[in-house]
């Protein structure tokens, strides 16, 4: 078992994309506009292709967002501190209630944030904090917390194009579990960059003679697929030895491509029910 940190590099790369350009605040009523703050409905900014790119979708969390909120702000960051103190708190207070992305849980780390964006016991980052901010130790906590670096140590006898990724950090999120392990059937790297639907893993699984099967127990070789209880399919990773999985639990690029134990992945998806996929 080893712990693997991101590289200098990918923190670096992580600065430049955690925040939006311009900050999104939740809300549940409107409030006045002008030239320097846009609002959308929920249901148009979700929609709008301009904020459907991935690294916004994850800095927001999106999909724990609040029933609640009815509208989205999007504003240039300096917008923010033309507010009054009263205005800034009540609206940092609305997305920890709205359960915004990017909201970090008091104490994080030795770091002291500014009162402004503090409420209810937590900091809510915005462009213009984030960028006179230590960023390397914000990133550092970002990453403890979604995953704790923990993994197996690489086979020697490992396929090279799997040695190239495991055990490793993106630069960049959009990978997600299925293309990592179609990945892994067929060492064409485009694939491990992407982010695939169901539907299109599901054909390259068949055209890559990969069929479901009543197997209980898995070899080298499978991909084990987790599904929920409503049968969509929620995860999967591929078995490069018996006990050993090339596995990757997000798109975020702070869920890193791991080697990870049979009993970790049950334990890391234990609401899942998993089926065995093994070549003809």
């Not at 609206?91 to 944030?113: D, M």
């Not at 006990?243 to 690029?253: A, H, L, P, R």
């Amino acid at each position: 078992m080893k712990k693997i940190l991101p590289t200098p590099e990918q923190l670096s790369a992580w600065a430049r994309l955690l925040l939006p350009k311009d900050d999104i605040f939740y809300l549940k009523e409107p409030i006045p506009t002008n030239e320097k703050v846009q609002i959308f409905s929920v249901k148009e900014f979700f929609a709008n292709p301009k904020f459907q790119d991935i690294e916004i979708i994850n800095a927001l969390e999106a999909w724990k967002r609040s029933k609640e909120v009815n509208f989205v702000a999007v504003a240039k960051p300096e917008w923010f501190s033309s507010l009054s103190i009263q205005e800034k708190k009540s609206l940092i207070t609305l997305q920890v209630q709205l359960k915004r992305g990017l909201v970090l849980p008091l104490p994080f780390g030795n770091l002291s944030f500014p009162d402004e964006c503090i409420s209810l016991d937590h900091a809510v980052l915005t462009a213009e904090i984030w960028q006179n901010f230590p960023q390397e130790k914000v990133l550092l906590g970002l990453a403890q917390d979604w995953d704790d670096g923990l993994c197996l140590e690489i086979p020697p006898n490992a396929p090279q194009y799997i040695k190239a990724f495991a055990n490793k950090y993106a630069y960049k999120s959009g990978a997600n579990c299925l293309a990592t392990s179609i990945y892994a059937i067929t060492g064409e790297e485009e694939i491990i960059h992407q982010w695939l639907h169901q539907e299109e893993f599901l054909a390259k699984l068949a055209s890559n003679n990969y069929e479901e099967t009543s197997k209980t127990a898995h070899e080298k070789g499978d991909i084990l697929v987790g599904k929920n209880s409503n049968g969509a399919i929620a995860h999967a990773a591929y078995c490069l030895e018996e006990d050993c999985f090339f596995n990757k639990d997000g798109q975020y690029f702070f869920n890193p491509w791991k080697l990870i134990s049979w009993q970790t992945l049950q334990e890391e998806w234990e609401d899942l029910s998993w089926i065995v996929y093994s070549q003809k």
